[in-house]
């Protein structure tokens, strides 16, 4: 397993993506672990290196005993980054992982391209709690703060619903090392970070939760945006977790933060798109068989089409391919359809991919458009 050495303790971290890409580290909430950032994987490995973290005493990091500082866990994240060689990176980190965020901000201004700081505070409004919830585990075990954990990480909506991540996250928390989350919970116990927040200078956003009610914008979001210079802000209707309540606004937001502008020049982004899509070849024909008739079309569709929808971050390029797939069989648009699966099958989709979107079709749109959408993949 990858560890990095901080202080003495083991500092598990996961890296995925390709190494040529910008790295984006990602620090989860008090309780969980690194798999806390699951929903947002596939999204973001199409633009970044993902480097995520487990926190000292979560996860398969080491839980010394004692009492853990903000700068302490800082510095684990960057022990993690120094242990897979990048030097520069942007992050986001959720709670726990904003705070060190805010940190990493003010004393490694050099490291950091971009900070997200997601369902946070420069300051608890109740230090107490958290030397309350310190105790509780020592004396309990993780049960014992189990159901006030969930009750501020969920939504009620969301935490009496069948959602497959409150399971999980509940699984996570009591698992986790009662030391460990007893450090961690002195560090937010003993943190003010608000006198750091003019010294960041990074580009830096601020998610918040407007169903939060661990830290929710009044006080503490609103403070961040307010007092870190240039900084941006979104709220979600979401809890604590909002990473989890609503992974798709959330990661959404991130990317439209973390990524640049769209290029002005959307007919070049257009060609670009349009040929890891379709192919080389393809538009190769398509450039070559222009003429005056038809060149203002080729223009329009690249611009509008291929330049700017297809290169939105929101929806996976496979998923994009699939809707196409559907929408072109549901009208009858047989020429686009097969344009679109012969490249679909020559790159990323897989003969259960077509099949279960036209089983889909014949539901919502006909059977005998399904029947034609079946006969013409036979071909292939």
Partial sequence: MPFAISEGARIYYRLEGAAEKPLLVMVHSLGVDHGQWDPQMPALLRYFQVLRVDLRGHGASDAPVGDYTLEQLSRDVIAAVDSVGRERFAYCGLSLGGMIGQWLGANAPDRITHLALANTSPRVGAPELFEARRKAVFDGGMRAIENAAMERYFSPRLLASSN?????????????????????????????????????????????????????????????????????????????????????????????????????????????????????????????????????????????????????????????????????????RWEEFRLHLRAGLAADLEPDDLREVLLQVAIYAGVPAANTGFHIAQEK
């Fill in 164 to 332: 497959p991540h409150v399971a999980s996250t509940r699984t996570t928390l009591r698992t986790t090392n009662p030391e460990g989350y007893a450090g961690c919970c002195a560090a937010i116990r003993d943190m003010d970070q608000r006198p750091l927040l003019g010294r960041i200078r990074v580009p830096v956003l601020v998610i918040s939760g407007s169903l939060d009610v661990s830290t929710p914008f009044e006080g503490h979001g609103d403070l961040l945006a307010a007092e870190i210079p240039g900084a941006r802000s979104v709220v979600l209707e979401a809890a604590h977790l909002s990473n989890l309540e609503l992974p798709s606004a959330f990661t959404n937001a991130l990317l439209d933060f973390l990524l640049p502008p769209q290029s002005d020049d959307r007919l070049a982004a257009g060609f670009t798109m349009r040929r890891a899509i379709l192919g080389d070849a393809h538009v190769d024909r398509a450039i070559a068989n222009d003429n005056d008739l038809t060149r203002d079309f080729q223009e329009l569709i690249t611009r509008y089409a291929w330049g700017t929808i297809w290169t939105r971050p929101g929806l996976d390029p496979k998923v994009r391919r699939l809707l196409v797939l559907a929408m072109t069989v549901s009208l009858g």
